[in-house]
């Protein structure tokens, strides 16, 4: 079925028709077509159609399916430079785009860390010799990650940072995190916080609670986030600053959000599909795939990130792409590396929530296409003439079967094998040019 797509010339300009295109930054939600010429969209509309195009258009009939902006995922590592035996940028790319990711952030906590020009510059030449969706790269703020001096964030800036965070570390110095605000704020740069008091959390690997005392497992109490999230508001309002929330997990998380979004301060928030998933129940018999950074929580955290998503307060979802190898992952819990991969896996765990009737579909697609890229300021993550044409086209209700062996990921540690889900990726556009196609799909090419 897949063979119309060989005729597609490189450079070829487009025709997606009879679409149902989805653009949450306009509201739009209409039946029609999208033209495509070399990497920007050039026309949208209802009176795109077959007859109306002259033979230079690759004309692809979308046969009623869905078309939205691709996917912008705001945390993954990449594990290139320094851990390339669980993940690569190539394999990454690979992922990415199967699963409709057309723009990624790279976390700075690879070997060498991102706190020098010279690494940003590699990484970034490296995707654009290797992978097809965008990428781009997170600054650290401390250099090595360690939390004490400052990094050269303004040089990291003009070369291409596009916000700055130390990853998998909270900046725990308060002191270090005044001047990191006040220092982006002079520059309007986006400081984003892993937020976890690294004392209350110190060697703890599950939520502390009834199941962390049954388990005999070191725990992690809920409140050793918000404490974090708190200190860092009273600085934030200090500074005037830009600050960014990574993966919340708790309920007390959101309110603390909530309440700092009325008061006028500019803070934003994310989560990552585990968090409204899962609770801390799915740990079963040691289950280490299920560790994650910050743990999986209770019921009752998961319902408020849930009901987070739903009144607007957690803006976007991340993968929290973490490959880790099976070396890292088959020891016993509390030894067992944090993290799952979720890149293939974003974009059907979160349409999870429209399927239950919690949250609109353009609502949805926004908090992974235009609220991500309104966050860093990204020109993409919307369907416009003369935006990007960075695309996914999506069969909305195609019932299917997560299954890690599929997984183009290098490394394959997820909880959610042999999940059912409902929506299936078939095609992804990058620049102009298809670097994912699903063969089975009924999509056609038009003579």
């Known amino acids: 079925m897949d063979n119309f797509l060989n005729t597609l010339k490189d450079g070829q300009p487009i025709a997606l028709l009879n679409a149902r295109i989805l653009d949450p930054e306009s509201g739009m939600d209409t039946q029609g077509g999208i033209l495509i010429k070399d990497d920007l969209i050039i026309d949208i509309g209802y009176h795109i159609h077959d007859e109306a195009l002259n033979k230079d258009f690759f004309k692809l009939n979308c046969n009623n399916y869905c078309v939205a902006p691709g996917f912008i995922d705001l ?45 940003l510059e590699f990484i970034t030449k490296r995707a654009q010799q290797t992978t097809s969706p965008k990428v781009y790269c997170y600054g650290a703020i401390t250099k090595g990650l360690l939390g004490k001096d400052l990094s050269e964030m303004g040089l990291l800036a003009e070369s291409g940072a596009i916000a700055f965070t130390d990853g998998l570390m909270a900046v725990d110095d308060p002191t270090v995190m005044r001047r990191a605000l006040s220092y982006s704020s002079a520059f309007d740069l986006l400081i984003v916080q892993h937020p976890e008091d690294y004392r209350l959390a110190f060697s703890g690997c599950v939520n502390e609670g009834e199941l962390a005392t049954r388990l005999g497992l070191p725990a992690i109490p809920s409140c050793a986030e918000v404490m974090q999230i708190e200190r860092d508001l009273q600085l934030v309002t200090l500074t005037n600053s830009r600050y960014h929330v990574a993966h919340i997990s708790t309920a007390a998380a959101v309110e603390a959000i909530k309440k700092a979004k009325e008061q006028g301060l500019r803070v934003t928030c994310d989560t990552a599909p585990p968090y409204f998933s899962l609770n801390e129940y799915e740990i079963g018999d040691y289950r280490t795939f299920t560790k994650l950074s910050p743990p999986l929580r209770q019921e009752k955290d998961r319902k408020a990130i849930v009901q987070g998503l739903i009144d607007g307060i957690i803006d976007c979802i991340a993968s929290d792409h973490t490959p880790q190898d099976q070396e890292s992952k088959r020891l016993p819990f509390n030894q067992a590396a944090f993290g799952i991969v979720g890149l293939e896996t974003l974009f059907t765990l979160s349409l999870e929530l429209y399927h239950k009737g919690e949250i609109p579909l353009l609502n949805l697609l926004a908090k992974i296409t235009s609220n991500p890229a309104n966050l860093l300021k990204l020109p993409q993550g919307r369907i416009a003439k003369n935006a990007p044409a960075d695309l996914v086209l999506f069969d909305l209700e195609k019932p299917n079967k997560i299954s890690v062996d599929k997984f183009l990921s290098k490394s394959k540690n997820s909880p959610f094998d042999g999940r059912l889900v409902q929506g299936h990726i078939l095609y992804t556009f990058a620049n102009g040019r298809l670097i994912y196609n699903w063969e089975k799909s009924d999509v056609g090419f038009i003579s």
């Open 75 to 119: 945390r993954v590592q990449l594990c290139e430079p320094g851990y390339t035996h669980k993940e690569t940028i190539a394999t990454a790319g690979k992922a990415a785009a199967a699963g409709g990711i057309t723009s990624l952030v790279c976390l700075p906590n690879t070997n060498p860390v991102i706190d020098d020009v010279s690494v």
